[in-house]
């Protein structure tokens, strides 16, 4: 009866000191307090009442950043959220330089989505997000290094726009595509114009030339299921009368 105690509490001891670590997980080990080494995974051993073990994770985390009300450098009021991905490179960092190191790295993605949209116009917002995504990402990971954090990916996923904007972008757009149908039509004319000019001297250097021509129009009217009547005048009869 007096050896069932003391076996009891060993055996407690001793399923107490055995851990067991998956292959994504790391143990940072204390010893009285403090940080003696990194451990895992598989079977982890620590001594009862001396050493305490911090379970971390090292898979990817996907943060989703809430949205975010952002004033663009031109002054344009926008709802902006996004989605950090991310994960735990170095388990003793990450539990000695940070509390909560998931809580941490969601404001500090918060903020600096802010920052750097806020340096940013409009235009830049919708037309230029990879390169946008890209200096999110860089001063993320740069901050996050000394938790022992490292920050793959960082994606925009939407940038909402209020009623009145939109109708405004849709005006400029309609504006800026009637411009373009403009000058195509101009471009259009001019080139036509050019290659008017250069037929109109290659028939004047051969009269017989022009007569062809002629002959030609005359024969595409004729085609054509029309209540026309055309009647042919030899260019010989008339040019007496252009040359005076």
Do not use: C
Request: avoid cysteine; charge should be neutral.
């Amino acid at each position: 009866m007096y050896l069932i105690v003391p076996a009891v509490i060993l055996l407690f001891l001793i399923f107490s000191a055995i851990r067991i670590l998956n292959e994504y997980e790391r143990g940072v080990i204390f010893t009285l307090g403090r940080y003696t080494a990194t451990r895992g995974p598989g079977i982890i051993l620590v001594v009862p009442l001396v050493q305490r073990m911090v379970k971390m994770d090292l898979r990817t985390v996907v943060l989703d950043v809430p949205t975010q009300d952002v004033i663009s450098r031109d002054n344009v009021s926008v709802k902006v959220n996004a989605v950090v991905y991310f994960r735990i490179v170095d388990s003793a960092r990450a539990v000695i330089q940070v509390a909560q190191p998931f809580e941490a790295t969601s404001q500090l993605a918060q903020t600096t989505l802010r920052s750097v949209l806020g340096q940013h116009e409009l235009d830049e917002m919708l037309s230029q997000r990879e390169k946008l995504n890209l200096d999110i990402q860089q001063i993320l990971d740069h901050a996050t290094d000394a938790w022992g954090i490292k920050v793959a990916n960082v994606e925009i996923k939407h940038v909402d726009l209020n009623e009145n904007m939109i109708r405004a972008m849709a005006r400029q757009a309609e504006a800026e595509r009637t411009r373009r149908a403009k000058i195509i039509h101009a471009e259009g004319e001019k080139q036509a114009a050019a290659m008017l000019v250069e037929a109109a001297r290659a028939l004047g250097a051969e009269p017989r030339a022009m007569q062809l021509r002629y002959l030609q129009t005359l024969s595409d009217i004729s085609s054509e299921r029309t209540s026309t009547v055309v009647f042919p005048l030899p260019i010989d009869l008339i040019k007496p009368l252009l040359d005076r």
